[in-house]
């Protein structure tokens, strides 16, 4: 039996299977946070990564954006093999990873800026999403950065894609935390009741909602709706903070961590534009005492990788 996440070391990580992970997950009752980070922007810290920063400040789950594996980049990481980028964060860190996915086609991308200009490695390919497998990712969520056109649609028949091939071999997550390039899929209809149902029926063991007050007409009660809905499929749920508003003051942080708590929520999820690359190290703290308190919060900071 798996042990929550609240009390899990280094050591639990590295022998748990999927269904480990996702009671892990469960039975933490909302107490559960996942930091976004960017490995190819300059590291805050420069030498150290990104992704161990957000560790050092509480994260229990690491989840990388702008991922490429075709051509993996983690700036300030130690020098290594291409493919063995994910394991060795994975031993620097102490903690399990996910990666983003976008199902946008070929040639159907949004205008957008250099930043966030798609590359082949970042795709929602059935050959992308088994590589990031090999490379020892844990869990991959399909969902679109800014301006990027990625559907629901398309992450739905992406979505049905891997779970024939790789469904038992790793968490599948699925979702938009803002309308991503779609404006008819923007405000109340990033993802509705509808989105949750074919989803999760296509794969998804997590469905990804926007928090509460970070997109436009999403409220504490339509997101508390969609989530009480997912558990009733038997997924479970993330709550994310994508519109850099992971880089607002504390008090702001404290608001909606709460508010996602009221949501019913599983995972919280902080993004990665504090000052491009993750969230504000002051945030994921105040976040994560807003949800879970000091002991916990302390706990998961303090705690070594070689435990």
């Given at each position: 039996?798996?042990?929550r996440?609240?009390?899990?070391?280094?050591?639990?990580f590295?022998?748990?299977?999927?269904?480990?992970?996702?009671?892990?997950?469960?039975?933490?009752?909302g107490?559960v946070?996942?930091?976004?980070?960017?490995?190819?922007?300059?590291?805050m810290?420069?030498?150290?990564?990104?992704a161990?920063?957000?560790s050092?400040?509480g994260?229990?789950l690491l989840?990388?954006?702008?991922?490429?594996?075709?051509?993996?980049?983690?700036?300030?990481?130690?020098?290594g093999k291409?493919?063995?980028?994910v394991r060795?964060?994975?031993?620097?860190?102490?903690?399990?990873?996910?990666i983003?996915?976008?199902?946008?086609?070929?040639?159907?991308?949004?205008?957008?800026?250099d930043?966030w200009?798609?590359s082949?490695?970042?795709?929602?390919?059935?050959?992308?999403?088994?590589r990031?497998?090999?490379?020892?990712?844990?869990?991959?969520?399909?969902?679109?950065?800014?301006?990027?056109?990625?559907?629901?649609?398309?992450?739905?028949?992406?979505?049905?894609?891997?779970r024939e091939?790789?469904g038992?071999?790793?968490?599948?997550a699925a979702?938009?935390?803002?309308?991503a390039?779609i404006?008819?899929?923007?405000a109340?209809?990033i993802?509705?009741?509808?989105?949750v149902?074919?989803?999760?029926?296509?794969?998804?063991?997590?469905?990804?909602?926007?928090?509460?007050?970070?997109?436009?007409?999403?409220?504490?009660?339509?997101?508390?709706?969609l989530?009480?809905?997912?558990?009733?499929?038997g997924?479970?749920?993330i709550?994310?903070?994508g519109?850099?508003?992971?880089?607002?003051d504390?008090?702001?942080i404290?608001?909606?961590?709460?508010?996602?708590?009221?949501?019913?929520?599983d995972i919280?999820?902080?993004?990665?534009?504090?000052?491009?690359?993750?969230?504000l190290?002051?945030?994921?703290?105040?976040?994560?005492?807003?949800?879970?308190?000091?002991?916990?919060?302390y706990?998961?900071?303090?705690?070594?990788?070689?435990?």
């Amino acid at each position: 039996m798996a042990k929550r996440i609240l009390d899990c070391y280094a050591s639990d990580f590295e022998g748990f299977s999927k269904m480990d992970l996702l009671e892990s997950i469960g039975k933490s009752e909302g107490r559960v946070i996942a930091c976004e980070t960017i490995g190819t922007v300059q590291p805050m810290l420069v030498d150290v990564t990104n992704a161990e920063f957000v560790s050092a400040m509480g994260a229990d789950l690491l989840l990388l954006n702008m991922f490429d594996v075709q051509n993996p980049c983690i700036r300030g990481l130690p020098d290594g093999k291409p493919e063995d980028t994910v394991r060795l964060l994975k031993q620097l860190t102490g903690r399990p990873i996910g990666i983003n996915l976008e199902p946008v086609e070929e040639g159907k991308e949004c205008e957008t800026s250099d930043l966030w200009k798609m590359s082949r490695g970042r795709r929602a390919t059935l050959e992308n999403a088994q590589r990031a497998y090999e490379m020892g990712v844990s869990l991959i969520l399909l969902t679109g950065n800014p301006g990027m056109g990625v559907s629901n649609e398309g992450i739905e028949k992406t979505l049905s894609l891997y779970r024939e091939k790789l469904g038992d071999k790793m968490i599948l997550a699925a979702g938009k935390m803002h309308a991503a390039g779609i404006l008819t899929e923007a405000a109340e209809h990033i993802i509705t009741k509808e989105d949750v149902k074919r989803f999760r029926k296509a794969g998804a063991d997590i469905l990804l909602f926007p928090a509460p007050a970070t997109v436009p007409g999403i409220t504490v009660e339509y997101i508390r709706e969609l989530v009480s809905y997912a558990h009733s499929l038997g997924a479970l749920t993330i709550t994310a903070i994508g519109t850099s508003q992971e880089g607002a003051d504390i008090d702001t942080i404290r608001q909606i961590a709460l508010m996602c708590k009221m949501t019913g929520t599983d995972i919280h999820h902080l993004g990665d534009a504090g000052y491009a690359g993750m969230s504000l190290p002051e945030n994921i703290q105040a976040y994560s005492i807003a949800i879970r308190g000091v002991r916990h919060t302390y706990h998961r900071m303090a705690a070594s990788i070689h435990r």
